[in-house]
C-alpha cells in the first residue's frame, strides 16, 4: 500500500499514542506498507513547535529527516502542481495543510493514514 502519513499519524506513531488506530498501526509498521510524509507536514510541525503548541525531544530540523531515516518514509516534496491542485477541491474547510495533503493524495494516488473524515470527503480514501 502507497500512503501518505497525516501529521497526527506521524506523531502518534512516534510515541505509540493510544489514539492512534490498530489499523493505521498496522500499515505503519508493515514493511510492504511504502510511506510518504509530506514537507506540508514537516512545515506544520515546525509551526506548531514555534507557537509552542507541539514540543518535541529536538527541533524538528533534526528531528523530522531522522524519523524519515529510520521509520523507512519518504519524503513527498510540494511541487507547484500539488499547490494549485488545491484550486480544484471544493471549499470543505480552510486548513491549508489538509487541502495540500488531499491534493498531494489525489495526484500521487496516495491513501492517507488519518483520523480526520475530510479527506473522503475529497475523493481520497484513509485508513483507520
Known sequence: ?????????????????????????????????ELYLSAASSWEIAIKVRLGRLRLPRPPRSLIPAVLAEQRIRPLEISHSHALATAD??????????????????????????????????GVRTVW
Open 89 to 122: 477541491l471544493p471549499p470543505l474547510h480552510r486548513d491549508p495543510f489538509d487541502r495540500l495533503l488531499a491534493a498531494q493524495a489525489r495526484m500521487e494516488k496516495l491513501v492517507i493514514v488519518s483520523s480526520d473524515p475530510v479527506f473522503g470527503r475529497y
Open 1 to 33: 500500500m502507497r500512503a501518505l502519513l497525516d501529521t497526527h499519524a506521524l506523531l502518534w506513531w512516534l510515541v505509540a499514542d493510544e489514539r492512534l488506530s490498530e489499523r493505521a498501526r498496522e500499515t505503519i509498521a508493515d514493511p510492504r506498507s
